[in-house]
């Protein structure tokens, strides 16, 4: 047993899979270089954090983590349901949207069946697709945003299991309107399930967000608490959808898999609705600072609904790659979307205003030093 | 779509797979009873909880909660490689053994394939190989253990890819030899991986835990946060295997499902070994007391290498059952064996004085109260 791949113990599947990781860590890249980062614009993290009566919240839970959790989360759960004012039985709770998404391609794909997304777009998602034995077709963004239209045609042309959009689309910061996604509904193929990723939607436009139709088992809506309410490193999220699709989770998830501290914090963090509307309001302050400081330096901000902007460089990947690197040394750490043609851009996080500080002042020289 | 059972999108396997929870929680429990229990004595967490070393720093962690962690978890990896004294390849850190044991069977158990363990013996295990298609095969326990030789002749004679024995047993306590535990490995046959569910193992005789061979592919071992070092609630475990086997769990998890304050309090429970001494000491005090109440009460306590003991009613399943209920009732949370012979039994948790105090009250009662 030279390799793993050859052990003949593993499933033919996970035989043919590379070992990989989605994304490679802040903290991991820190340890890369040897030094931590000034600023930590590359994860679209809150640099905030959580609110204070989250943090609150979650150290008094500490004493009581020798206790098991609930398997439905129930605290969670009831919060969510007063929030939204729909039953709790329309939310699945999982370990991020990364978490939910694994147990979502279990449930609906088995090999060789067909999933379509974007080109660019999610990469845990692919990875979840591929871990399951699915077939990725992948459409093209257009106009630097996921095309619901091409999205549908090929999902109807493959008889996909699945379709997946983001909305604000993540890495590039867009969004379509409400009446964009919630026509992309109505003409999705039978026996298609939409996969409405909205990890940034508290950061968008009310006009972006389709209205809440809980009873619709056409699609399932992931949201999170990794972005807005600063929880990243919690594993928190939560799917809304018809009751039956998010019954059938409970058929295969990790019941137990949610943090007990994460759960309070959640809970803590959804009373908190003045403190959220304050932190859309600097992010959208930093989109806009973010997005002059482009402008100086001779790069085009994209509008963004998110709390990071994407920047064209107007050149190529390679330039874009080397500008991450560059200013990487500069101990900025930023990311850039990996496919051609978004890969003229980096993507940068709204931080602190001290990191966009450190920004503004290390992008000129990064730019300079690469040419 | 009157039922996920008929939703067609569903896969195959998924429409098979009854919707079920391998546990109920105990707050779970208390909503349903109304009340918080007065000693709870039926999850074998560990009431004393964590050192306080761990709960200083899971609440030092909570103000980073904004960000996200690292994917190979690298300050626990580091911790368990320097603790061990084996290179951190050998390490594969999860959302608790259940999660663990999910990723185990998904990356070894196609449809149909057989699986081996014990009836009565871990329910969460079964409940991943139902829901990856797997086939369980069970051998009964004998003398109220469970058989290794029964379990690889077994195993031998379905082909199994996995064998799952836990040692220390639960839910009956008991242990076997180390040497015992060896032979098996060396009665695997061709093909089948050995799981060994160590969850107790630190409350456990040194003598029971077979020798540290971290390059053997034919077992993996799993131990978890969540019981001698009162994490349970924090949902961090780990499997010790061959390198290429703790690989191959990197092309399926969910990698950054691990929360970060977990991690942190882990890291710190580790370095905690006199602690852990301290606790291990109380917990056989508690199981000598707990084994002295249930003689008082015509109950014959089994021995016990966990943190918890199980109680011969000498009645059948329906008694124990009742007696489970009317302590309930009583405002104490037990649980018991669900098959038979097993079932005869109940399974008290070393909780703390005060919570082994109460159970000594009220069984008594209960006892009369049911006949």
Chains 1, 2 share one sequence.
Not at 162 to 179: D, E, F, K
């Amino acid at each position: 047993m030279s390799d793993t791949t050859d052990d003949p113990r593993l499933t033919a599947l996970v035989r043919s899979l590379p070992s990989t990781v989605p994304f490679v860590a802040p903290e991991t890249l820190e340890a890369q270089r040897g030094a931590p980062f000034d600023a930590r614009l590359g994860a679209n993290e809150l640099s905030y954090g959580p609110a204070p009566a989250a943090v609150a919240a979650m150290k008094a839970a500490v004493g009581g983590i020798w206790k098991y959790g609930m398997a439905d989360n129930a605290p969670l759960a009831r919060a969510l349901s007063e929030h939204y004012g729909i039953d709790h039985a329309h939310f699945t709770i999982g370990e991020g949207i990364d978490g939910l998404l694994g147990n979502l391609v279990r449930l609906f794909v088995e090999r060789g069946d067909a999933v379509v997304t974007s080109a660019g777009s999610y990469p845990t998602f692919n990875y979840h697709v591929a871990g399951f034995g699915g077939t990725i077709h992948a459409v093209p963004y257009r106009d630097l945003l996921e095309d619901p239209d091409a999205l549908i045609a090929k999902a109807r042309e493959t008889g996909a299991k699945l379709v997946y959009i983001s909305n604000p689309n993540n890495p590039m910061g867009g969004a379509h309107s409400a009446t964009r996604i919630e026509a992309m509904i109505e003409a999705l193929p039978d026996g298609c399930l939409m996969v409405l990723d909205e990890a940034y939607t508290e950061f968008a436009d009310a006009a972006t967000r389709p209205a809440l139709e809980p009873m619709d088992p056409r699609v399932i809506r992931f949201r999170t608490f990794s972005k807005a309410y600063g929880m990243a490193g919690a594993r928190v999220a939560y799917g809304i959808t018809h009751p039956e699709i998010a019954a059938a989770f409970d058929r295969v998830r990790n019941h137990f898999g949610v943090n007990r501290i994460a759960v309070a914090g959640a809970v803590a963090s959804l009373a908190e609705q003045d403190r959220l509307a304050d932190i859309v309001a600097r992010i959208k302050a930093g989109r806009e600072e973010l997005a002059e400081i482009a402008k100086a330096h001779g790069l085009s901000p994209r509008p963004s609904q998110t709390n990071f902007v994407a920047m064209d460089t107007h050149r190529d990947g390679a330039f874009a790659r080397a500008l991450v690197a560059e200013l990487d040394r500069r101990g900025v750490f930023i990311r850039m979307p990996g496919v051609a043609p978004l890969n003229s851009h980096i993507r940068v996080s709204v931080g602190t205003p001290e990191e966009i500080a450190i920004f503004a002042s290390r992008l000129g020289p990064a730019l300079n030093a690469i040419g």
